[in-house]
């Protein structure tokens, strides 16, 4: 199990509207993914799950397309 906490971040994904969001959250998940070998990863902020505005990631992610 890998878990992924961004301290401070949420304001900065937040900030980018939902097309910058998905960029973002996408190439956290998909760097992990890859590296580790994994299929799938929990991204939080302040060991929180994340809340933009646009989207919520309360649990496990796969792969971004």
């Known amino acids: ?3 992924v906490r961004l301290v ?3 304001m900065c994904i937040r ?3 939902s ?3 998905y960029m973002i959250m996408g190439s956290v998940c ?3 993914l890859d ?3 994994c299929n799938k990863i929990q ?3 302040d060991g ?3 809340v933009t505005g646009h989207a919520e990631y309360p649990g496990y992610n796969g792969k971004f397309e």
Do not use: C, H, L, P
Request: net charge negative.
């Open 1 to 3: 199990e890998i878990g």
């Open 19 to 21: 097309t910058g969001e």
């Open 43 to 45: 991204v939080t902020t």
């Open 30 to 32: 998909n760097t992990f």
């Open 8 to 10: 401070g971040s949420e």
């Open 48 to 50: 929180q799950k994340i």
């Open 35 to 37: 590296a580790y070998g």
């Open 15 to 17: 900030d980018r509207g």
